[in-house]
């Protein structure tokens, strides 16, 4: 029996050791999935207005299927932030607000803003459960601003990996379950698949779900939670840099660099 019909995902679009890819409609696929069976929810569902009734449905299964201590982090607008957090506190409660920083600062027309960040909104299922502490609510990688969340190559409104990175590594567990109810083209399940997590993605596009599968075929090299990682990027340290906390200078000066605008509030890079 593969491992997501224990899920009640008896017929999947792909599989393999780690991820399953559902094509279909969320709100038809996520009633399959038992009670308290998913220990991460990590999404980024569509924002415009025509949209709205995504969030109430969202939150309702989100706080079904998770497990007690399960975290929700979805993406969302900041022009209908209040009404999100609205729907979802009716059935999860709230932890945080993180963010994706964007260096490229597109205009919010009609708000007349120049937007530099993205929000993350964290909520629970009761007392968080946080695997792999401490976790930074900027979900670039160590403060480095994104250039990608304006969309990617494969989808119009696509992710960065660093997007995925931090809560898949930190809040979760190797074989923990992460769930992404709109994969698009595969961000959550590729990375929960580099992290040696599980991943449950549903996609209703076919186009897709097909580039999502394409991009889960590529072999990995699993990684366990003994395994040492790079407080920047997540990526295994060499035993030849078993002194290091980073995998390599550039990653070492990024963090140093978010570390010098934290405590000088100078934003200059330290030299190493």
């Known amino acids: 029996m593969a491992w997501h019909e224990a899920y009640g995902i008896t017929k999947s679009f792909y599989s393999d050791e780690c991820v399953c890819i559902v094509h279909g409609d969320f709100r038809e696929v996520l009633p399959q999935l038992p009670d308290g069976s998913i220990n991460l929810v990590l999404t980024d569902p569509p924002y415009t207005r025509e949209y709205d009734w995504v969030w109430p ?33 009716k059935y999860l409660e709230w932890y945080w607000c993180c963010q994706i920083p964007n260096r490229r600062k597109p205009m919010q027309y009609g708000w007349h803003i120049s937007v530099s960040w993205k929000p993350a909104l964290w909520l629970t299922k ?58 698009g083209s595969g961000t959550t399940a590729w990375v929960a698949k580099k992290l040696g997590r599980k991943c449950i993605g549903i996609e209703i596009d076919e186009r897709y779900a097909h580039m999502a599968a394409d991009r ?15 407080y920047t990027c997540g990526n295994i340290l060499s035993s030849k840099r078993s002194d290091s906390r980073y995998c390599s200078g550039r990653c070492r000066q990024i963090a140093y660099r978010k570390r010098c605008s934290q405590i000088a509030a100078c934003g200059k890079s330290i030299h190493t």
């Open 57 to 89: 449905i969202l939150g309702n299964e989100s706080s079904r299927v998770l497990i007690p201590g399960g975290s929700l982090i979805t993406l969302c607008g900041h022009y209908h932030m209040p009404m999100v957090i609205s729907e979802l506190t």
């Open 126 to 183: 009761g007392k968080a459960i946080i695997k792999h502490w401490p976790i930074s609510d900027n979900l670039a990688a160590a403060g480095k601003a994104s250039n990608l969340w304006q969309g990617n190559k494969t989808h119009p409104w696509g992710q960065s990996e660093e997007m995925a990175i931090q809560p898949i590594l930190r809040i979760i567990s190797n074989m923990d379950i992460v769930l992404d109810p709109f994969l």
């Open 216 to 230: 889960c075929r590529q072999g990995v090299l699993f990684v366990t939670d003994n395994d040492r990682r790079c």
